[in-house]
């Protein structure tokens, strides 16, 4: 009796799936279109947060794949991926890239090359957000204006482990690996595996791994 009640369960999960991942497309789509995103074809299971200003930019090359929440990539991060261009900022994000509940915060410019893996709860910012500057954090206006804002720029073929953080000024090169969990502050070069809090340089890679 139970293995009838399973067998009947997964079959009604699947269809309810399938038709849920259609939905989550369609409306995928419109955010993106209605944020003025160039984007081409992409595969999504959950409806991402996106937030593109007038004067910011965003664009998504070919086979973009992305997980929002548990239904894509159960691994205990379910927030849906955010994607946020502040004024005048810019995001670019090459093909055949894959993130899972991934937020990547674009106030300067956020450069994402091709293949590139972000694994689940991945961050990426390339601001402070705040002014280091204590008296200037109690005034919104100068706590704004004195932010330090640096481009982040990500190689090809990289693969970011889950629940990483990379900071503002940060550019990791093409093969290169960092580790599950490690916040990057620093370079990192090509063809390095790098992992910590903060991330240190781990062994080399071959280029052909």
């Known amino acids: ?82 994607l946020f261009v502040d004024r005048g900022a810019s995001l670019s994000i090459g093909k055949n890239v894959g993130i899972s509940s991934t937020a990547i915060v674009a106030h300067h410019q956020i450069t994402i090359g091709n293949n590139v893996k972000l694994g689940g709860g991945v961050c990426i910012y390339d601001t402070d957000f705040h002014s280091l500057d204590p008296k200037s954090r109690q005034n919104a206006s100068e706590d704004s204006a004195q932010k330090i804002n640096k481009p ?13 953080t990379i900071l503002k000024g940060v550019s990791i090169g093409d093969n290169s690996i960092i580790g599950a969990c490690s916040v990057v502050t620093k370079n990192i070069p090509e063809n390095e595996i790098w992992a910590g809090n903060p991330a240190k340089f781990i062994k080399k890679q071959s280029a052909d791994a």
Not at 18 to 24: D, E, G, Q, R, T
Not at 27 to 37: A, G, Y
Not at 152 to 164: E, P, Q, T
């Open 1 to 82: 009796m139970q293995k009838i009640a399973t067998n009947l369960y997964k079959a009604i999960r699947r269809i309810l799936i399938a038709i849920l991942i259609f939905i989550n497309r369609m409306s995928t789509w419109i955010v993106l279109f209605c944020n003025n995103v160039q984007f081409q074809r992409f595969q999504t299971t959950g409806v991402p947060y996106v937030s593109v200003a007038k004067s910011g930019s965003c664009s998504i090359e070919s086979n973009f794949r992305m997980n929002n929440g548990n239904l894509g990539n159960p691994i205990g991060r379910p927030q849906r991926c955010i």
């Open 152 to 164: 982040v720029s990500i190689g090809n073929n990289v693969f970011i482990g889950a629940h990483s």
